[in-house]
């Protein structure tokens, strides 16, 4: 297959403006606000019941959201392997984003009469958005070459922060005008679950021009025999292949660290500015709109400064103002000072993603055309980080009573990032503009 073929490369950066509206609208703003209203009761008390189990509706959506992440963890290794050996990566792809959207659809339902039942369908969602980065990610190093990974990476991120954006101002406008719609003003639990509904649709429609326009079977493979045995020979082989990479699996234990801290604050910024700061929830949102604008010129940023400094060096630059933001959260103390640091974060946080899975593209052997597997190891370390962090930012709040002191673990992650990113001292990474030397140290 031809490489950055326009038609492919711009399917390919379609999907993020597909699937990041569950994102931002699910994960990040209307649905954790409507889902803590339907689960307060009349008299204020927040415990729900579960499948028999009494628990708080904060501490049920923590787990649903930790369950999504190890369901997916423990699956994605072996469904790579499976899709690697069969050639059926797209198909994959395209089953666990219609399990994603379709639940997302399914949200439109969310009424305390169906409270378990839309848990469970969250659940799902995560897992379908979850799943299918997997094979989106591994489709980076067949569609392009490598000195336009950086370039195609921050692009797909910047289309999907606009996207996302686009939709949830359009959504907002429903729950705060409702009357422009045509829905009544005391309806209020209609427009959220039109906004689930409309996520859903959105990333189901867009999703088709991806679908359209990726090959599904690069490497022509013609799979015999049992798909399954075959995929664990071929997920065994990809493991032995691993423990030959040193440099492959620091750059993962790099990622591991900084990821925690990057993906801990992206969960719990919001609650950071209910509890700590006391802020409303128009502030909070105005402050998610602007870390998702001002990230868009982040990414495209970090794909510059990569290439002039190496993707190494500019991730350590991402983590050192990483370091900086956690010190100026700890300091922090009303609304302004939140939505400077909401810029700065925005500005560091698509570049940093972006940049990390163009950078673990690079790593990957050339001749391997074991893509989805080689991933499944990236997308594992990103789901087992945002579980330890999130645990370890929640247990630290909780024994100390302030979620500032939680904001000191973050800075170790980041420390611990920046001393292994250190070690990953690939010539290529670390000097692009020298001709290549893969194996020369600095």
């Not at 990610?137 to 000195?147: Q, R």
């Not at 599904?216 to 025999?225: D, L, M």
């Not at 992650?413 to 020369?440: C, I, N, Y």
Request: with cysteine.
């Amino acid at each position: 297959m031809q490489k950055n073929n326009p038609a492919t490369t711009r399917a390919w950066c379609f999907y993020d403006w597909a699937n990041s509206v569950y994102s931002l609208v699910i994960t990040s703003t209307i649905f954790p606000i409507y889902y803590s209203a339907v689960a307060r009761s009349p008299s204020g008390a927040t415990a729900v019941d579960f499948l028999g189990l009494q628990l708080e509706s904060a501490v049920l959506f923590s787990y649903a959201v930790s369950a999504s992440f190890l369901i997916i963890a423990a699956l994605s290794p072996f469904l790579t392997s499976i899709a690697d050996y069969s050639g059926r990566k797209k198909l994959f792809m395209q089953l666990f984003c219609y399990l994603g959207s379709l639940s997302c659809v399914g949200l439109y339902f969310f009424t305390k009469e169906t409270f378990t039942f839309s848990v469970i369908l969250f659940v799902l969602a995560s897992i379908g958005y979850s799943g299918s980065i997997v094979f989106y990610n591994a489709y980076l190093p067949e569609i392009a070459t490598e000195d336009q990974y950086d370039k195609l990476s921050a692009r797909g991120f910047a289309m999907g922060y606009i996207g996302s954006v686009l939709l949830l101002i359009f959504n907002l406008a429903m729950i705060l005008k409702p009357g422009w719609f045509g829905i009544a003003a005391n309806n209020t639990s209609l427009p959220p679950r039109i906004a689930f509904l409309t996520t859903g649709l959105w990333w189901f429609g867009f999703a088709q021009y991806t679908f359209y326009h990726l090959p599904g079977n690069v490497y022509h493979r013609k799979p015999e025999g049992s798909w399954l045995l075959n995929g664990f020979r071929e997920l065994k082989k990809v493991l032995a292949q691993v423990q030959h990479l040193p440099l492959l699996k620091r750059f993962l234990l790099a990622y591991f660290f900084y990821n925690m801290g990057v993906q801990t604050v992206m969960y719990v910024a919001t609650i950071f500015g209910i509890e700590e700061l006391k802020l409303p929830d128009d502030a909070l949102i105005l402050t998610i709109l602007i870390i998702q604008l001002v990230a868009i010129a982040g990414a495209y940023g970090f794909a510059v400064l990569s290439k002039r400094v190496g993707n190494i060096r500019a991730l350590i630059v991402a983590v050192v103002i990483w370091i900086g933001i956690c010190i100026g959260a700890y300091f922090i103390q009303g609304a302004y000072d939140f939505y400077i640091l909401a810029a700065v974060v925005g500005s560091v946080m698509g570049g940093i993603q972006s940049l990390s899975r163009s950078t673990y593209s690079k790593l990957i052997p050339a001749h391997t055309t074991d893509h989805a597997s080689f991933f499944s190891f990236y997308d594992v370390t990103e789901k087992i980080s945002i579980v330890l962090g999130t645990l370890a930012y929640g247990a630290i709040a909780q024994a100390t009573g302030s979620m500032r002191n939680s904001v000191r673990a973050l800075v170790v992650f980041f420390v611990l990032g920046l001393v292994f990113l250190s070690m990953v001292r690939w010539r290529k990474l670390m000097q692009p503009d020298e001709p290549e030397k893969t194996t020369a140290p600095l």
